[in-house]
Structures are given as C-alpha cells and as structure tokens.
C-alpha cells in the first residue's frame, strides 16, 4: 500500500506522524497555501497537481492505493475533485471531518450561507474582523462602510483588495487570553469566522464570547459522496483496515 495523505489540518500533522511511527508506507501533500509550512512527519510534495489530469497521473506515477483527505472543510473544490477521480480509478477514499461548532451559552451567532450575506447585518462604521483567510476577501466588497482586519500567516504579496481593510499578520495557535487582549485592542464589533470546527482554532469564538462580540459563522460547504471519519483515531483505523 502507497497512502497518498492530502494535508493542510492539524488532523493531517497528527496522522503524519502516527503514519510515520507505524512505518506505513505513505506521502503527504500541502497545497502551498503557506509559504513555510511546518514540517510533516512523511515525504512531503507541495503544490498543486497539474489540474485533474495531472493528479490522475500522479496518482498512477507514484503508485497511490489509497488516499485520505485531511484538507480543511471549506477545501470543497479539491476534496470534491478527489472523491470523483479516485472513485473512477477505483482508489478506496476516506475524508476527515472534524464536527462543526455549535452554540453554547452566552454566544451570539449569526448564520451565513456565504460571505456577501455578513453585510446584512453588520452596520455601517463595525469593526470586522475577517477570521477567513485572504482566498475569499473579494467576497466581503459590500462592507465598504466597515473597518475591515484580516489575519493571515503569511505578509502579504498584494495590497488589500479595498481601501477600507488591512492585513493583521500571526501564526496559530492563539490562547483564549491573546485572542480577547487582540479584539480589544482592535475595538472589533463582529467576528467573522467559517465553521471549519476544530479545538485550536475555536479559542477567537471563545473570546468573542467572554467579550459579548456577534459571530458571522459561515456554514460549511456540503461534503463529497464518500465515507468520512471525523477523528484521527477513526482515520488511522481506515488506514489499518485498507
């Protein structure tokens, strides 16, 4: 067996290194999103694959009999791409899908089908902090009124894409006491988030939640056909049972 483990989570770091230390023979896969991505603990190919041609021929070059998607849940167009070729290629395929955040006491959320959905209930003059990442900011082009912060790992390669933003530079993972100090100190009106799910990145929710800041929580994407475990333990059972 030749595992092809398509990467990006900290899902994906923790089944690198199980794989690893059980000596299965597999590769990981980072899209390059990052520019200096913390090592995996398995060979590792960064970058795209060429379009669905070339990941067919990866695929048959390098010998794949199974892959499992650990992307992250909003990655819909390459989790949906993989699920359709590998089914073709009669490759077995799993995705890890961690459950999506709910509610709790104290919360105050708001659901969006899509980003472009926030400005109906954001006022004019907020504070918007855009927990989003950069791929999807055009999107968010009706909050012309608002002050508009977004976080990314990376410094920025391009202006912000309107006059009315700014790039906020920091690597994960953020404490639950940084995030409140953070918002604070911006003055943030409303959080807006995609309900990617997740321990580490849930601290932002926790601190908008002590602070009484509304939460825009853009629901996720629907899923590919396919089986789909939603813990290491269970991918990693998969694996044993491929």
């Known amino acids: 067996m030749t595992l092809l483990l398509l990467s990006g989570t900290g899902e994906a770091a ?36 060429g ?4 990941f067919r021929g990866y695929l048959a070059e390098a010998g794949i009999t199974a892959v499992l998607d650990a992307t992250h849940p909003f990655a819909n167009r390459i989790s949906a791409r993989t699920a359709r070729i590998v089914a073709e ?3 077995p395929f799993c995705q890890v899908l961690r459950p999506e955040w709910t509610p709790e006491a104290g ?5 969006l089908s899509c980003e472009e959905d926030a400005a109906e209930h954001i006022a004019e003059g907020s504070t918007v902090f855009l927990a989003t990442g950069r791929s999807t900011l055009e999107r968010f082009a009706n909050l012309a009124g608002c002050r508009l912060i977004c976080r990314q790992i990376d ?21 639950v006491a940084q995030e409140v100090e953070l918002f604070r100190k911006l003055g943030v009106d409303w959080l807006i988030v995609k309900n990617a799910g997740g321990e ?26 396919g089986p789909h475990v939603e813990t290491v333990v269970e991918a990693l059972d998969w694996v044993a049972g491929l």
């Open 155 to 175: 410094p920025p390669d391009r202006p912000f894409p309107f006059p009315n933003g700014e790039y906020l530079i920091g690597r994960p993972p953020f404490s």
């Open 89 to 91: 290629m009669g490759i």
């Open 200 to 225: 580490a990145p849930k601290t932002k929710l926790v601190a908008a939640r002590q602070l009484g800041i509304p939460v825009g929580m853009i629901s996720r994407p629907a899923p590919p056909c």
């Open 51 to 54: 379009g669905e041609d070339g």
């Open 14 to 49: 923790q089944i690198a290194r199980a794989l690893a230390e059980r000596d299965v023979d597999a590769v990981a896969s980072l899209a390059g999103a990052t520019r200096s991505p913390k090592a995996m603990a398995l060979p590792t190919r960064v970058g795209g694959f």
């Open 107 to 111: 919360d105050h959320w708001v659901s």
